[in-house]
Structures are given as C-alpha cells and as structure tokens.
C-alpha cells in the first residue's frame, strides 16, 4: 500500500455503478442487503429511491448514481443496498453488483486532492489486479442540509411503519 493515510480501513467493500467501481472503507458498511421492494411514498426527491423496511426500521435509500452524478440507472436484479453506519437514522444507497470486500494492503493507494473533487468526497485511487476502484468517504457525502432533510424523511418513514404495524394488530 503507497501512501495511506492514518486510520485508514484495512478494508474496502467495492460495488459497480455503470461502468465505474468504486468502494467505501469496511468501517462505514453495516450491512449489504439484495435489492427488495421499497416504499416509495409521495413528494420524495429523485435522490431518494425510497424506504426500506429492515427489520421494523425505516431505512432511507439514496441512489447511488444520482448522488455520484453519474447518468441515471436502471437497477436490476443484481443490484445490491449497502447500509451504511451512521448517528441518528440508518441511510443506505442503491449501487450496481457489489464486488466483495478487498484488502486494502493489496491494493496501490493513490490519495487524491480533496479540493480537486466535490465535497472532497473522493479519497484515493486505489490499484489492484488492473482494477481502478474511487475510495470514496462516507462522512463527506452528504451536506449538512442534505443530512437534515433526511432526518425528516426517516421520521416520516418511521411513521408510516407504525401506522402499517398499528393497523394489522
């Protein structure tokens, strides 16, 4: 590994989107769960490709590809929803396949200038076996108004769980 930064995953779980791939640190990933029905309840932004059900939880799904500014997708079969650790509400996000988990200290780390990018989102190339993969870090995806708007979609996912459990009592 050249040029890692300290405290950097000794993990990357890796997923398509379009022709790209890209990864996230271990750390950030929950869980990967297989693409499933999701609520989609009015007035949701495109961002959102709406609410999933996880286990009594009301999960906010972002698109993956919107939110990279990549062309819009049509997700298929394959494509998978990483849940994503965070404070407060659980958010995930719609990707392509996801590709598995890579050791970090196979791969060649390229860091990249976070003024070179938006919101510095994008850490670093990362080399292995031919394969680019764009480390990207969770904590600078979103925007602080962004966050506050999903906070309020995840209180009215929440809600609407409780009438559906209310209502089959």
Known sequence: MVGAAEGDALAVVTFHLGEQTFGFGAEWVAEVVPNAWLSRPPAL????A?????????VTILRGDLLLGLPEQRFGLDASML??????HRVGLLTGRVNGVRDLQSCRYLPVDPAQNFQGCLR???LHDGLVVHLLD????LGAEEQARLSEFQARGAER???WRDAAS
Do not use: F
């Not at 932004?45 to 959102?48: D, E």
């Not at 849940?83 to 407060?88: H, L, Q, Y």
């Open 45 to 48: 932004p495109a961002m959102v």
């Open 83 to 88: 849940i994503m650790k965070g404070e407060g």
């Open 124 to 126: 670093a190339q990362l």
């Open 161 to 163: 769980l409780t009438l």
């Open 138 to 141: 969770w904590n600078k995806m």
């Open 50 to 58: 709406g609410l999933l059900d996880l286990g009594g939880v009301a």
